[in-house]
DNA sequence: GTCTATAGGTAGATAGAC
DNA sequence: GTCTATCTACCTATAGAC
């Protein structure tokens, strides 16, 4: 579990590629033979990192879908936790998820895609409501594409330092999607 | 130049680690050593590929903004000519510059950089001119981000097979942002 | 400008001791 | 469970012939 959080730094910052099992061995102070005792390849790291990241998401949210009562705040629920996931402390899981794709063998890529599609649904179902409600436009599954690419972009310019914080984000972006109310 | 081209198709299908100089030897027919006649190092392939990527389609934007005459023209040609360049025929290039940045060394960024930053000046210009005119909202800095967000994503679950071509996405991401007019 | 051949380095993974 | 030691394979890049 260290290691998982350990690799997803690492992945995220380096590139799975170019992390070598020295690199995971080293983070959490073992020797890289130790590792496969644990996993037997490489690639079992990255995928239980980006399993991690997606199923760690998808509780928070559901978590906060259920708390939030009107549609408008479920909406808003959807866009802070997010953020909050990619851009938070604890979470290069995500990110990896996101970006390296292409490092996930073929027979791996089924299991991860269910825990992605089973987050999408969430998002699929709380933007229904909200079009029905009148609060956003009604094209929701290109909409649920467009925000969620939106979202996950943030990480290539989002700074910590800078004036906004991570749910001021979250409400801004919020914002740019509502619909004027008549 | 035909090089360059076949390298970005292969960056972008296996990323750029796992491509070796084999492989692009091999997709122009030549062995792996006669590329350092025309390259220094595997890297200054990356960095030309990217730099075809975005300065090709910075162009093409150029033009089509100078083709439109009416602020919601400008605005239609950026999502038209960005799908285009990111989903269209040729255009694996842009897709590297989006997602190897890891693999660009410190030295060569910045050089990429102010290209990065020419092609989203002129996309700032006509997002102000629009939200001017009243056509978008007026928050075009974080518009310009989300959008290019939105875009970017698209390379992700965009199939041309599908339903929709890609002037016809072009113009359906166009409508989720154009504020209903009064 | 492309070839063959290979140097020099490092990668993921394994074996057996403790 | 972790260590040391190492295997095998493959990588980028170079050298010199043509």
Redesign the pocket.
């Known amino acids: 579990m260290e290691l998982i959080r350990a690799a997803a730094m690492l992945f995220r910052d380096q590139g799975y ?9 080293n983070a959490v ?16 790291i990255l995928v239980a990192v980006m399993a991690l990241g997606i199923t760690s998401t998808t509780e928070q949210l559901k978590r906060a879908i259920d708390e939030a009562i009107t549609p408008r705040a479920k909406l808003a629920a959807l866009f802070r936790v997010h953020l909050n996931s990619l851009l938070g402390d604890n979470q290069a899981a995500l990110e990896v998820m996101l970006y390296e794709w292409r490092s996930v063998s073929a027979a791996a890529r089924p299991g991860l895609i269910v825990l992605r599609d089973r987050y999408e649904a969430l998002w699929q179902q709380v933007l229904d409501e909200a079009a029905a409600a009148g609060l956003i436009k009604r094209d929701t599954a290109l909409l649920r594409r467009t925000l969620l690419g939106s979202l996950h972009w943030s990480v290539q310019w989002y700074r910590s330092e800078g004036a906004l914080s991570v749910d001021q984000l979250a409400e801004h972006m919020l914002d740019l999607v509502l619909l004027p109310q008549t």
């Open positions: 590629e170019r992390t070598t099992v020295r690199d995971l061995g102070g073992i020797q890289s033979g130790s590792l496969f005792y644990h996993f037997r390849t490489k690639e079992e």
